[in-house]
């Protein structure tokens, strides 16, 4: 995949319809979206438990696009091999999930896919300092990880103006979620994000049955986020 700063919505299938993996995915895919996000979280270093390797590996036939999965775990590093014989094409580490984070992310790439850090809000950015050259992707939460549709943490917006410094030329993509509305995406679009993760924002009112929703969702994330640019 070549690397650009345009914007890209990543809906979180967190809130999809669980019962419609499948489907759901192919739907949003139709409808616009460029990645699809795959929040795993293991009810330790997150307060919620989700999706194991073998659901990742389920969803992976019906992903056409890129399967974006963020490792909301503690310890990490037993699991990455797994996560990425699953079909990840990238996995984003948190920085607070363990004490190695350079080790985790060099274990990421050994495994041939593309490698992410993730921020908490209370997280400073210095903390990445020293691994930028080894990421595709830093990941800042806008609210604290675990749950969907919570209200987005508003200095995210000036860390993620000062991650866009700090990374300067590198080709490092800027990955916001948490609370992402038509609202907020242009903040932090404006800020220097590319990849707008969406849940809620994306799934609201629509189904397999009714997947225009989802494109409208889609659409109107994207052009608020765009505007912000211009």
Sequence with gaps: ??????????????????ANFGQEIQAIEAQGADWVHVDVMDGHFVPNLT???????????????FMDVHLMIAP???????????GADMITAHVEAG?????????IKA??????????PGTPLESIEYVLDLVDMVLIMTVNPGFGGQKFIRSGVDKTRRLRQMIGDRPIHIQIDGGVTTETAPLVAEAGADVLVAGSAVFKGGSV???QIYGENIR???????????
Excluded: C, W
Aim: aromatic share 8%.
């Design 76 to 86: 990490i590093d037993p699991y990455i091999e797994a996560y990425a014989e699953a």
């Design 111 to 120: 495994q041939g896919v593309k490698a992410g850090v993730s921020l908490n």
């Design 209 to 211: 049955a009714k997947p």
């Design 51 to 65: 999706f194991g390797p073998p659901a990742v590996k389920a969803f992976r036939p019906h992903v056409k696009t």
């Design 99 to 107: 004490p190695h984070i350079h080790r985790t992310l060099q274990a």
């Design 220 to 230: 109107a994330i994207r052009t608020a986020a765009e505007t912000a640019r211009t």
């Design 1 to 18: 995949m070549s690397f650009d700063r345009s914007i890209k919505i990543a809906p979180s299938i967190l809130s999809a319809d669980f």
